[in-house]
């Protein structure tokens, strides 16, 4: 168990150390923070997928969810906005209660279901009739509490606890008991995991990062709309990093949200009429020729992955 | 002799279909009772509803006395009952893992413990107790399948068909260890089974045939039977 503990510290570190040191290199503070989001949406999104086997499409639903009710914390109760932040994860999280049915389906069902869920959950939000509270369509405005510098901070301690957490799951017996639900619910059960409580737990982790990972990107937006913070692309970018780093390790989500969202960035920007291009053949070769991700390289060679 | 199990006609079945229609069946403690019958007679259906895996529309089921018809399967694991299904381990983890997942709700200590003895039992495992359960034969995932549900110390062992897709060698092998676990754990069995080799350890025998117990007795009883050896011994006078 120590033995494991300390490749995953490393990579924490490392992590922890390079967010804090690039700011001063590299002045595109909203690309970092961005990258930053994106690595701990994916450790949040690796919790309830790569752990126990559950894709779940709409999980920009708990981002959004995280956004607004941050965002209304904020306006209507005149809480400062760190605060706000807390709310936000709460606001996921019962979401992410009420959601709780949804697995008891599996597979493909599941994740249509969640998709399907998560739009209900855009057009209750962005309803005119509900202006008094989420503003309807017309947006949430944050600029008097807005602080570019306290939210890349913010995000960095989101990012440090989904990071912790996903480390902690993968060494401990419940991140076991999780690995056996992916694997076989009836066998699982056999072997006495209260599976229900099991995956409601891991459902619940995962939508508390994500609503934290929400409610510092409107605090660090200052102006958001509906259709930003429930923007499919969120849900779908995170499963794609998540699969090319190689779920259920601690190292693989992180590696994969690095690699493509800078190659996003740097392609994206310079030559957008070959990105897509280019972003498609790359995920084809993944599916193709190494289907378990890029983390899988290094287990084949025997390496631990953190 | 006290009893350890007891089913009072149970009904149990999947959606409109009923299958089990009023069983009733005893396992006394530190006995080994086979559960014989045909396809489709009903066999997992019964092991099914006493772990808990199908709800009892009808009927009772107690274990060391006390009545566990409504309770969670993970409970009733918890309380004694071990349960092995046909393929009943987790091909992607571990033999370490499988084995740790066996003996899920008890102490690290203990589970240490009880692996080390698993090990002793079933001296292939150790050898292979790094490698993915996917890799190991038929016979040894069988074993693995065993040594796992032991982990938990049940007071009871159902299990089913411990001989499917086993080679006539390894069924045997798998029979000498029941045999060994029965005599050195004081284990109480029930097994389902077609296969009739298993017959020469029971103590209690229960024929189900389209979801109700046809016959109950030692094997002396069945044997004499000319129906049962018939269908069961393809023996004909």
Known sequence: ?306 | MEVLLGVEALESGYGSIQVLWGSSLEVASNQCVVLLGVNGAGKTTLLKTIAGLLPARKGKITFKGADITGLKPNSRIAGGIGYMSELGIFPNLTVEENLKLGGYFRSEKDNRKRAGEMYEYFPDLRAYAKKMGASLSGGQRKMLGVAKTLMSHPGLVIMDEPSSGLSPKFVKKVIEVLKFLHEQEKLSMLIAEQNVSFLDFAQKIYILDKGRVSFDGDVQELKGNDTIRETYFGISR
């Open chain 1, 1 to 306: 168990m120590l033995k494991k503990i300390f490749p995953s510290l490393g990579v924490v570190l490392v992590v922890v150390a390079m967010f804090l040191g690039l700011p001063s290199i590299y002045s595109n503070q909203s690309f970092l923070f961005n990258l930053m989001l994106y690595l701990a949406l994916a450790e949040g999104l690796n919790i309830i997928y790569g752990f126990t086997g559950y894709l779940p499409f709409g999980y920009v639903g708990f981002f959004g969810a995280g956004a607004y009710g941050s965002a209304i914390a904020v306006t209507l109760l005149h809480i400062s906005p760190l605060w706000g932040v807390l709310w936000g994860g709460v606001a996921a999280v019962l979401i992410g209660i009420i959601l709780i049915p949804l697995l008891r389906l599996s597979g493909a069902y599941f994740a249509i279901a969640n998709l399907a869920a998560s739009q209900a959950l855009y057009y209750v939000v962005s309803n005119p009739a509900l202006e008094k509270i989420t503003q309807g369509p017309y947006g949430i405005d944050l600029s008097s509490v807005y602080n570019a510098n306290a939210a890349y901070y913010a995000l960095l301690g989101v990012l440090v606890f989904a990071m912790v957490l996903v480390a902690f799951i993968r060494n401990s017996d419940f991140g076991l008991c999780l690995l056996a639900i992916k694997e076989d619910r009836v066998t699982a059960s056999l072997a006495g995991v209260n599976i229900v409580r099991a995956r409601s737990i891991a459902w619940m982790l995962s939508a508390f990062v994500a609503g934290l990972c929400g409610a510092v990107f409107g605090w660090y937006s200052a102006v958001f709309y509906p259709s930003t913070v429930f923007s499919l692309d969120v849900s779908v970018f995170t499963i794609v990093f998540v699969l090319f780093g190689g779920i259920g390790t601690l190292a693989g989500p992180l590696a994969g949200a690095l690699i493509l969202y800078s190659m996003y960035n740097f392609i994206g920007i310079s030559t957008p009429q070959y990105f897509q291009l280019f972003y498609g053949l790359l995920i084809i070769a993944l599916v193709l020729f190494l289907p378990d991700g890029i983390a899988s390289i290094l287990r084949k060679g025997k390496v631990y992955v953190p």
